[in-house]
């Protein structure tokens, strides 16, 4: 299904002394929910777009899909507001595992059981050896924030990019900033894009969740233009993760494994 | 517990061509574990700060407390990272209700199962005849800006409060701009302030979500520095709430309901 992300409305514009009524484009909101097996997983608000691609990612996030092998066939039907994608695998073993999970919902952007399943410890450390220059990580964001006209038009979606040192290689916006993130790895998952020695740029902040979805891709940089938590600093460091963040102008913070930024000239 | 929402941090600042050290301060993240008569609700991650207003916040936002006269006690117990907040209520039957209802997680900020369970045509239409003037809104939403240090030191953060035309009455922050709204509502009906009649302003985009949470406590406007969803704009037309995005310098969107809103001499 590929419906337009976005709405046209007509919207009253005020300011202190007079309004005036004009046509506004937002986003649009959609309601997935994603079945294992005919087994109800989980109900995501989302952007109808690229639904197969967030079920196939939300899914490797919580850790319910490891090959491609496992997936015998993926469908979807819905309408405007609505989609089920129907994902019937090979052994539904992982599913009724994650079931009787214990529910954890996060802060903005809150999903899964992620982080209370995955402690740091239980992370192997990422070896990666990739490296990207300060003006290679400056060239991503400015090309990132490029991509994207529904943001543009609307300031109503994050996105998130999986990409090399030298420029992005998939792209994703949706009004979750997770979701975002798991259309990109539903999207590498299901096309055999590997995300080793990869990087990954993102509009949103970084929270344990974001981080632990990237580690469990075992992609060693991650870049947002916002903010990260002091435990998505621990765990980057933890991890073996560099983790860059408030992109902007023509500088960064990098807060863990910094000997994967290398500053032109040196 | 009044742990501090911030962390020191040693952190590289990058530029093209040199890199230093400096001290940079985080936001905190925190593990909440909510419990209603010892049966485990939800763990939220959150900034460690106002746990008992986020809870019943929480708690009200999904509908399992109506009124102040059904909690017995509250305490809490926990440490840096992680929290317990035991709610003690009278009446453990909506509890049950809500553990065998189906789980919605949502768009960035995703939570609960509000949406499912409370569709647009099962909210009372909300009567109320306040009013508030354009410069009454910039004049809240300057406030609003001034009132979050943790904001301004960090940009980890969002903010939400309860307002009268005249004033901000209540505030938070949180990593999760649900807990924001959460901890606001959660602190009124903690402290018997009323919320009909009044305004609630917050830093984050308005999806289905805030907008149902918003309605359950029966505030007739919501104003946003952000961008709202498509739906959130439909369900406010439906149950009779003003919704106001984009307040940026001297002007706004009015979306929903805007006889709610006075131009300034007129």
């Not at 290679?136 to 943001?151: I, N, W, Y």
């Not at 979701?179 to 020695?197: R, W």
């Not at 993102?202 to 075992?218: D, F, H, M, P, Q």
Request: with cysteine.
């Amino acid at each position: 299904m590929k419906e337009p992300m976005t709405r046209k409305l007509s919207v009253l514009r005020v300011n202190r002394h007079e309004a005036s009524e004009f046509e506004d484009t937002i986003v649009k909101e959609h309601s997935a929910t994603i079945k294992i097996n005919d087994r109800e997983v989980v109900t995501l608000l989302c952007s109808p777009m690229d639904l197969e691609y967030l079920a196939t990612g939300f899914l490797l996030s919580e850790g319910l899909l490891k090959s491609r092998d496992e997936i015998i066939r993926t469908s979807m039907n819905g309408d405007d507001r609505k989609s089920t994608v129907r994902i019937e695998t090979k052994d539904s073993g992982n599913f009724s595992k994650y079931a009787s999970s214990r529910r954890l919902i996060a802060s903005s952007g809150g999903r899964g059981s992620s982080y209370g399943n995955a402690l740091p410890d239980s992370q192997p450390t990422i070896e990666s050896r990739v490296e990207i220059s300060a003006s290679e990580v400056l060239a991503l964001v400015e090309d990132f924030h490029q991509r994207s006209p529904v943001f543009e038009a609307t300031g109503g979606v994050h996105s998130a990019a999986l990409c090399r040192p030298d420029g992005i290689l998939v792209f994703h916006d949706d009004i979750g900033r997770h979701n975002a993130v798991d259309k990109v790895f539903g999207e590498c998952f299901l096309k055999d894009i590997s995300t080793t020695d990869s990087i990954i740029v993102t509009s949103g902040r970084v929270s344990s969740e974001i981080l632990l979805k990237v580690a469990r891709r075992r992609v060693p940089v991650i870049i947002s233009v916002a903010a990260p938590t002091d435990v998505a600093v621990q765990l980057a460091e933890n991890i073996g993760i560099t983790l860059v963040g408030f992109v902007r102008g023509n500088r960064m913070n990098v807060y863990t494994h910094d000997w994967r930024v290398k500053i032109d000239g040196k």
